[in-house]
């Protein structure tokens, strides 16, 4: 009875949160069988269409998830769009289970006048741009200007900096977009503001995100000394990880520099710095082209110290020129389906380790069910945590195991009636081939299929 016995899982999303609830359950149950169900016809979530370019390193899970994804257990469904093409209620009705894990898609907003301007865009489309996110590939952003100010201070903003002023020589050899490519070696910016609402020992980004700037090639930093007023004096009563950092910024910023730096830096043609205590008031217009011609900043300060500190405004404003704005500050899940509690306030599934709170069968991993903040790693072990949750319902009756369910067959049924054809993991391996050979004729590690319709064409040749 190994099929129609075997517990069915399904789960919606194929990022890294999706592949490692997949990976546990297989591991620790000998009989459940995993179905991935995935909105676009390629999988991997953000470590294809978030992790930047030139950190080929991090995309090595990829590796991890195949094997997943090939395993005799588990089967992958791409090109479906859960909420729309089906609903969770039917896969609920399909499967013992059902785990969401469709991470983050929609971005917090400024919420300030001028926003909608052309020249501002999220960095969430930008980072969909220049890694070849489908829906951004229309962003083409104006890069004529040679100020951008980019608000937040996060490793995603350090990472669309980072690509905004690397040598495209650099570039050339990741797998960025050929469009971006192009873009970026006709781009004027020459200059890149980070804006953050607090000081220096607040900043959200990380120490190898940090080091990658300051030792950015044709790259020289410009900081505010007064920023780092007290902050020496900071550094003793911070935990580790954040004094080495705030101790990188502090030499940075303040430390003559020795002979060989000094001349990298007299040679550079582009600058890049962080501002902080400063947070956006209003993008400001060009009256006569409508697009972005500044940014008025309000000036802020700390109440209280630490992580808990909070960004007080001071009633002055700054004017920044730039023509380029770009928000860093933060990613937002969506609601997919009207079944699924949801929270709009903290925008994730209610949960308690996993379990969807009010409803049975239904579990959450991933930036779904914490909230987008996280390195791989986070989401790995709280996508192994969610697994053990549904594993220990699975073994204490909680989850009614005993009625066989047709799992991927009546779905497949049903997604056939509705005109919408799947494409299998061997299908995406026929992607892959592709992308990896056009991408050898230019010393790439892959040249991305840009569009929908070409990538099924592929998969379905
Ligand atoms: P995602 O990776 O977003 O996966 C969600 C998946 O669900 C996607 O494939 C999506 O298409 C799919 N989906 C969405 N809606 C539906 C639907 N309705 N039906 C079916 N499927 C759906 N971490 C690092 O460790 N190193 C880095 O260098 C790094 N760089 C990053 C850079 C950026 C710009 C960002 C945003 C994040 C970065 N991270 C990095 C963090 C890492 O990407 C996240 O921790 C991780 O991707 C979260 O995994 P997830 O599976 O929850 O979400």
Not at 123 to 131: I, T
Not at 277 to 285: C, D, N
Not at 383 to 410: I, N, P, Y
């Amino acid at each position: 009875c190994f099929s129609s016995c075997s517990p069915k899982v399904c789960i919606v999303g194929s990022g890294p949160a999706g592949f490692y609830t997949a990976q546990h359950l297989i591991k620790a149950q000998k009989h459940v069988h995993v179905d991935i169900y995935e909105r676009l016809p390629v999988p991997f979530g953000l470590v294809r269409f978030g992790v930047a370019p030139d950190h080929p390193e991090v995309k090595n899970v990829i590796n991890t998830f195949t094997q997943t994804a090939k395993h005799l257990r588990c089967s992958f469904y791409g090109n479906v769009n859960v909420g729309k093409d089906v609903s969770v209620q039917e896969l609920q009705r399909a499967y013992h289970a059902v785990v969401l894990s469709y991470g983050a898609e929609g971005n917090r907003t400024m919420g300030v006048p001028g926003e909608g301007l052309a020249g501002v865009y999220s960095a969430k489309d930008f980072v969909g741009w220049y890694n070849g996110l489908p829906s951004c590939r229309q962003l083409s952003p104006d890069l004529s200007c040679e100020t951008a100010v980019i608000l937040g201070q996060g490793n995603v903003a350090l990472d669309v900096a980072r690509v905004l002023l690397s040598p495209v020589d650099m570039l050339k050899e990741t797998d960025i977009t050929q469009p971006a490519l192009e873009a970026l070696a006709h781009s004027q910016v020459r200059r890149v503001l980070i804006v953050g609402r607090r000081g220096p020992v607040q900043v959200a980004c990380t120490i190898k995100e940090l080091r990658e700037m300051v030792n950015l090639p044709g790259t020289r930093p410009d900081m505010v000394e007064a920023d780092f007023d007290g902050v020496t004096e900071a550094l003793k009563d911070l935990p580790r990880p954040r004094k080495r950092l705030t101790e990188l910024m502090l030499k940075t910023a303040l430390q003559t520099p020795g002979e060989t730096e000094q001349e990298r830096r007299d040679q550079a043609s582009r600058t890049w710095g962080l501002r902080f205590f400063r947070s956006p008031v209003e993008v400001l217009a060009d009256p006569e082209r409508h697009r972005t011609a500044g940014i008025r900043l309000a000036v802020t300060r700390l109440e209280g110290s630490g992580e808990a500190a909070r960004a007080v405004l001071t009633g002055e404003v700054e004017d920044v020129t730039c023509g380029l704005v770009i928000s860093s500050i933060g990613y937002k899940s969506l609601p997919i389906d009207q079944s699924v509690p949801f929270d709009s306030q903290s925008a994730i599934v209610p949960n308690t380790l996993g379990r969807v709170k009010q409803a049975p069968g239904l579990y959450c991993s991933g930036w779904l069910k914490t909230g987008p903040t996280g390195v791989i790693a986070t989401t790995m072990n709280n996508s192994f945590d969610t697994a053990r949750s549904l594993l220990d319902d699975m073994e204490s009756g909680v989850l009614d195991l005993s009625a066989a369910k047709s799992g991927s067959q009546v779905i497949s049924a049903l997604l056939e009636q509705r005109g919408v054809k799947p494409v299998s993991f061997s299908d995406w391996e026929k992607i892959d081939r592709v992308e990896m050979s056009r991408g050898e004729a230019s010393g790439k590690p892959r040249e991305k299929l840009l569009t929908v319709e070409e990538m099924l064409h592929v998969a379905r040749t």
